[in-house]
C-alpha cells in the first residue's frame, strides 16, 4: 500500500535570513526588518557599515520579521517598531527589500522542484510539497521504515541551502493541516516526521491555535470551554463541537483534533485580484502633501501594473484603499469596459475612484487594487 507523504516547508525567518546573507556581520545579533529606506546602512570610509537601530525609534512603522535573536526578547513581526525598541532598543533595523526577497523565493522553490516538482505555493517563504510518488519515497531503509521519505525530505533542505545559502523547516506527514504544524516543531533549521502514531505523543499537548484554521475568537471561545490544547478537543464528542460551533465549523474542528485531512496538493491558483498598498511612516494630507501623495499613488499603480504583466493577467475592476488617521477605512471600485494591465490605465482609472473619496482628514495608508482577472491572452491586452 502506497503511503500518503505531504511535506510543509517553511524558511526560517525569511527576509531576516536573506539580510544576513548580505550583511553576515550581523549573524548572532538581534536584527529587525521593518524599516523605511531611511534605515539602509550606511557605508564608513573604513568600509564597514554602520547600523541603524531601534533605540530611540519614532514612527508607526511595523516589524516585518526579526532574526531568532530579536524574537528572544520578545519582539515579533507584526509588531509595532515603537513597541520592539521598548523590549529590544539595541537591535540592529533594516529595511524591506522585497525584490531580493521574491528572488530569493523563486530560488529556493526551483531547488525544490529538481527533486520533488508537486508544489503547492502558499506564499514567498513556504510550499506544500507532495512526496507520495518521488522515488525512494516509500522506500524503508534500515531498520527506518520511513527513512526513505526522511532521506529525501533531507535531500531537499540541502538543496535549497546549496541554492539559496538559506535554511528551511520541514515538517513530513499524512497531510497538509499536520505537516503544517510540524514544520514548527524543530525550527529552525529542522526535519520533522510524524504518522498517526504520533498524534497522540506529538500533536494532542499541543495548544489549539497550533492547528492552522483556529483563529483568535475560536480559540477564546474553545478555552471558555475549557479546551486549550489540541488532545483536549480531540476528546470531545463531535455532536458537542457541532452544538457549539455549528455543523461544517464542528465537524472540522473534531477532525483536525483527529489529524484528518484529506486535501490535495494544490499546484496551481488563479488569483482573484493583485494590490499593493503602503503605511506612511507619517500621516498624509491630501492638499498639503499632494506631491508626496502623488508620487507614492502613481509607484504603487507602476507595481500593480507589473505584477499583473509578470503573471500574464489583466483584470475590469480598479479600486483603491485609503485608511485615515482615525483608522476609518474607505475602498472605492471602479469596473471598466475592457481589461487593463498597464500603469496608465490603472492610474487613471484609480484616480476616478479617489475623486468619490472626502479627503478632509489626513491619510496613513494608500492601497491599489485591480480584480476580475482573466489571462491577458483571453483579454487580447
Not at 160 to 167: M, P, S, W
Request: with cysteine.
Amino acid at each position: 500500500m502506497t503511503r500518503r507523504w505531504i511535506a510543509h516547508l517553511d524558511m526560517d525567518a525569511f527576509y531576516a535570513s536573506v539580510e544576513l546573507l548580505r550583511y553576515p556581520e550581523l549573524k548572532g545579533l538581534p536584527v529587525v526588518i521593518g524599516g523605511g529606506r531611511r534605515h539602509q546602512p550606511e557605508v564608513q570610509p573604513d568600509g564597514t557599515r554602520r547600523f541603524a537601530t531601534l533605540a530611540g525609534y519614532a514612527g508607526r512603522g511595523v516589524a516585518t520579521t526579526a532574526t531568532y535573536a530579536a524574537r528572544a526578547f520578545g519582539v515579533h513581526s507584526g509588531m509595532g517598531l515603537m513597541k520592539a525598541a521598548q523590549r529590544c532598543p539595541q537591535a540592529v533595523l533594516l529595511p524591506t527589500d522585497f525584490d531580493e526577497y521574491r528572488r530569493c523565493s523563486r530560488a529556493f522553490k526551483a531547488a525544490v522542484a529538481e527533486l520533488a516538482p508537486v508544489i503547492e505555493d502558499r506564499g514567498i517563504d513556504e510550499i506544500y510539497i507532495d512526496l507520495t510518488g518521488v522515488p525512494g519515497a516509500q522506500d524503508a531503509v534500515g531498520h527506518d521504515p520511513f527513512g526513505g521519505v526522511r532521506a529525501l525530505a533531507q535531500e531537499i533542505r540541502n538543496n535549497v541551502r546549496r541554492a539559496t545559502g538559506l535554511t528551511c523547516s520541514i515538517g513530513v506527514t499524512p497531510n497538509k493541516l499536520l505537516s503544517k504544524i510540524a514544520s514548527e516543531l524543530d525550527k529552525p533549521d529542522g526535519l520533522t516526521l510524524l504518522t498517526e502514531a504520533d498524534i497522540p505523543s506529538r500533536i494532542w499537548p499541543l495548544p489549539v491555535r497550533r492547528i492552522n484554521g483556529i483563529g483568535p475568537k475560536a480559540g477564546d471561545k474553545l478555552a471558555r470551554l475549557g479546551i486549550t490544547t489540541i488532545g483536549e478537543l480531540a476528546a470531545k464528542d463531535r455532536e458537542g463541537l457541532v452544538g457549539h460551533f455549528g455543523a461544517s465549523y464542528g465537524r472540522w474542528l473534531h477532525d483536525a483534533a483527529h489529524g484528518i485531512d484529506e486535501r490535495p496538493v494544490v499546484t496551481a491558483h488563479e488569483p482573484v485580484s493583485m494590490s499593493r498598498e503602503t503605511t506612511f511612516e507619517r500621516d498624509l494630507h491630501a492638499r498639503r502633501d499632494r506631491a508626496e501623495l502623488a508620487r507614492i499613488f502613481t509607484s504603487l499603480c507602476e507595481r500593480v501594473a507589473a505584477d499583473l504583466q509578470r503573471k500574464g493577467y489583466a483584470g475590469r475592476t480598479v479600486g483603491i484603499k485609503l485608511r485615515f488617521d482615525d483608522f476609518r477605512t474607505v475602498t472605492r471600485d471602479l469596473t471598466l469596459p475592457q481589461p487593463v494591465a498597464d500603469a496608465g490605465a490603472i492610474r487613471a482609472a484609480a484616480g476616478q475612484c479617489l475623486k468619490r473619496v472626502g479627503l478632509e482628514r489626513r491619510l496613513r495608508l494608500l492601497g491599489v487594487r485591480v480584480a476580475s482577472l482573466q489571462r491577458r491572452e483571453a483579454a487580447g491586452t
